[in-house]
């Protein structure tokens, strides 16, 4: 019954904390695994049975709670476009909103190092607290931990957000839908991967596009209602990650269409200066949507009309055949490849 | 507007995050005075506006969501009666217990070193489970991340709990209330403080007390309902810190009577070796509740029948006078002295 995690590697790796195949597999043998199958869930929720970025929970009403979780190690804490607080912040609404709730609470707890600079860390506060107010979310409580001198390296924020649903989106795509994102992809990932690098961000070129979603996606998701089958912010791992994860989960094969995947020229050089593919790169600020194939352009054409001007179909779900559990990539002089899911050390404490 | 708390001090000191004044101050400065009234706050519900264990949202039936979220960074992870994973099952959930609520469903999220051995973070996990197991509380959801060797020193562990309660327990203490102790108290911080100086602890000797309180503290809540006025888990800062919260935010003044306070005389041998009042020690299973003195020695016996034999009625709540704020303690020999709030480095990643 109690499995043994021992048995595949004898320690934490890297690899078990980026997001991919090693970190799936972790957490389903040190967690999913471990827990009975009636306490992966409150009653008539989600929680751990169906891997998703937020659990729900029914309220008596007939509406449901949705809640998200995660803990923030980006480095450096300082970005072009954004901190390690606004990103907290940012990642937890997201969560809730590609779920199809609107966020109306969040909680912080910050573990800080001592000797931290109190400047910077107001900063950080100051962050997280004017997403919070921008998109009307309470902050109602959390922590606060210091840790002594060279047991941290700078702060690990760990957030919570909660947010309120009549209908949440916890379906799965269907044969016929389209893949729909939300505008470019990769400029969190290529941004943090190039600082860590040493690579120098000429001004401006370059920046993390973190930001909440609350406006955009969450509109859409209300007005075109059912049509919307599942949604997902493309964060560690990238949109390779979420395809991957909806393909296997759906037992379809999703064919995603690399002309007509937004992604800045500047991400594409530097991700070709540093070797890894756009697709793998995480976005903070955008979402992948499966939609219906008859309202797949008007959902286009709503995402733009609310900002999101790169807002594009990019690829289908089909019918799983021999395929099934693949994400096809055609290129863009024609040829198909298999996307692989993400594994390894994609990116050591990007998000 | 926009207070600087560099003005106070330049850096994070061990201090800021010990669960004392300073603490009081940082979070005040940081974070409670920046955010803006009604942003504090769900509607209907509590949040930062009123400090205590956990916030809560009002459901659409008429009950409520109690929400408590902490951060674990003790060192050594493993002691004697437990680990991180236990004391953050425990943690959250009796801080939701002591708001009057049941707990239904936590999230966690773990970061952890690189090269940290698999086989202590499964007995940390377990640890964790078994607590979610044995109070049938649902694990939905959390977060899972890894830093590079050398940037972190073992495990932080943060956990999120939720609770339902038709009637959340959410007064202060009034005049005339009865202070009621669970159990003895200071066990977890000697241990814990104990283990840090490097002073053996002798088989058995001592260990912490960490414990759920879903069994022994709820039902008393639920059967003595509008009697009990208040509640809480003495852990960082001890009774002495709960009784202080009380005294000033109550504006009474809370008489203690020190030779009814429950300490174990190893607990008391201990606290006397490393120079601290065992009052101002951890308890991570204990609770303090102020109650209608008319039902104080029914709430004592009830709490005996359900295991808690060392309850005990240990002060009383008077009114403010001259003393309006302060914690009176009476020695065993009849002397009354202030019982300040606790102040410094109590103990260093104690929870």
Chains 1, 2 share one sequence.
Not at 12 to 32: M, V
Not at 266 to 290: F, N, W
Request: aromatic share 4%.
């Amino acid at each position: 019954m109690r499995r043994s995690v021992v048995e595949v590697k004898g320690s934490i790796t890297l690899a078990h904390g980026a997001g991919g195949k090693e970190s799936a597999l972790i957490l389903k043998e040190l967690i999913f695994d471990r827990v009975e199958e009636r306490l992966k869930k409150v009653p008539g929720g989600l929680g751990i049975d169906f891997p998703d970025d937020g659990a729900t929970i029914p309220m008596g009403d007939g509406g449901f709670l949705v809640v998200s979780m995660d803990s923030y190690t980006v480095n450096p804490l300082f970005f072009p476009g954004g901190d390690i607080g606004k990103l907290a912040a940012c990642g937890s609404i997201n969560d809730v909103v590609v779920m199809g709730a609107r966020p109306i609470a969040m909680l912080d707890s910050i573990v800080v190092e001592e000797g931290f600079p109190l400047e910077d860390l107001e900063r950080i506060v100051d962050s997280f607290l004017e997403v919070a107010r921008s998109e009307r979310v309470a902050v109602i409580g959390g922590d606060f931990k210091v840790m002594p001198k060279g047991q941290l390296d700078g702060v690990v924020v760990s957030t919570v957000c909660l947010g309120i649903s009549r209908r949440p989106i916890v379906d799965l795509p269907k044969p016929g839908d389209r893949i729909v994102v939300t505008g470019y992809l990769g400029d969190h990932g290529a941004t943090i991967l190039a600082l860590q690098q040493g690579i120098e961000l000429e001004g401006g070129d370059l920046k993390s596009d973190v930001a909440p979603l609350t406006r955009t996606v969450l509109p859409v998701m209300e007005e075109f209602g059912g049509h919307v089958h599942a949604a997902r912010d493309p964060t560690r791992g990238g949109l390779a990650m979420v395809l991957n994860d909806w393909a296997q989960a759906s037992e379809t094969v999703i064919v995603v269409d690399g002309a007509k995947v937004p992604v800045r020229r500047k991400v594409r050089a530097y991700a070709e200066m540093l070797g890894i593919d756009p697709l793998y790169l995480a976005s903070e600020g955008a979402a992948v949507l499966a939609v219906s194939p008859e309202v797949a352009e008007e959902v286009v054409k709503r995402l733009r009309e609310l900002g999101c001007r790169e807002a594009a179909v990019v690829g289908e779900v089909r019918k799983g055949t021999k395929y099934s559990g693949l994400v096809l990539y055609r290129s863009e002089v024609g040829g198909l490849r298999i996307l692989e899911p993400p594994t390894g050390e994609l990116v050591p404490r990007i998000c």
